[in-house]
């Protein structure tokens, strides 16, 4: 039975078998399914709650739909986003969907702070509510920080700090703003998480930049050195990372009159970083008078002005 209180209207019961339609079957199955399962439940099945229309089915936008394939088909991914490009709620979909359909599974959601990693799980819960009972699982406890669910599986969530997730077998971790996480707390936490992680666990990595020297800037960085030793471009980063960027212009609500409005409303440096995902060791291609490409950080480039 629950550990705790529940309305089972908002909830399934746990162990309760139930008869299905072939038609219910055949969402089931699609949504189960390991490659196209988790766009089939978030574009058919997962609820949000916008802040203008209320709550209304979610519709990825294009690199919405990106975010989705990099976090399903990389066993590790690390995503620089600007802000207020939905990306937790992306996250929040995405999970959900692996607590249900990736039986006996720890996924571990750490986030800055705490107001951060209970958002999420607002979402989480939101997303499985309106949910149908047909395809979402049982409950056994439903708590604020942590769900779980009749198949083994749990979500539990934490703030991040040098000993969060340790001693967990953790099969799925998302790190939430890890940028925005004080550096050496950042740097304890990693070092602790790391040997958790190299015994197969997937990880998942969201941020807006912060600085050039913390621990997400580091993955970063290392995420986007993708050549070998003999000078071959591989999918991947030397630290096992794939790398994926999404910036303001890339919402399809933004035009170049909102940019031009938020930078004129936070100055250049602040849209820069938060809108634009730039720091000075962010590196450009430039080509010389001579038509000779090279690449140059930001800062380099600021200091030759």
């Known amino acids: 039975m629950p550990t705790n209180t529940q309305d089972y209207s908002l909830v399934r019961k746990p162990h309760t078998p139930m008869a299905m339609t072939s038609e219910q079957i055949k969402d089931f199955a699609a949504c189960a399914n390991p490659v196209s ?12 709650q916008h802040p203008v229309k209320g709550r209304m089915l979610f519709e990825p936008f294009d690199f919405q739909i990106d975010l989705i394939d990099t976090y399903h088909n990389y066993q590790h991914s690390i995503c620089l986003v600007s802000r207020q490009m939905g990306k937790t709620t992306v996250a929040a ?23 951060g990693a209970a958002e999420i799980m607002t979402r989480i819960r939101f997303g499985y509510e309106n949910s149908p009972d047909h395809i979402r699982a049982g ?10 669910f009749d198949n083994g599986s749990r979500i539990i969530s934490q703030t991040t700090t040098e000993n969060t997730g ?13 940028a925005f996480v004080r550096p050496t707390i950042a740097r ?26 913390d621990q997400f800037w580091d993955i970063w960085t290392e995420a986007n050195n993708t050549f070998d030793d003999f000078g071959n471009r591989q999918e991947l980063g030397i630290n096992g990372y794939r790398a994926y960027r999404a910036v303001w212009s890339q919402h399809p609500d933004r035009d170049a009159a909102w940019g031009e409005r938020e930078r004129n409303k936070i100055g250049p440096e602040r849209f820069g970083r938060e809108h634009e995902c730039v720091t000075h060791q962010t590196l450009l291609t430039l080509q010389d008078a001579t038509g000779k490409s090279l690449k140059m950080s930001i800062g380099d480039l600021f200091n030759l002005v």
Request: cysteine-free; proline content about 5%; charged content about 15%.
């Open 37 to 48: 399962g988790p766009m089939t439940f978030l574009t058919n099945h997962f609820y949000i």
């Open 93 to 115: 979909g995405y999970l959900l969907w692996y607590a249900m359909f990736i039986p006996d599974s720890t996924i571990l959601v750490a986030s800055n702070i705490y107001a």
């Open 139 to 148: 409950v056994t406890s439903y708590n604020k920080g942590s769900l779980e």
């Open 166 to 178: 340790r001693g967990r077998s953790i099969s799925l971790l998302y790190l939430d703003e890890l």
């Open 188 to 213: 304890e936490f990693w070092t602790s998480i790391s040997p958790t992680l190299s015994t197969g666990g997937k990880s998942i990595i969201t941020s807006t930049p912060n600085s050039d020297e």
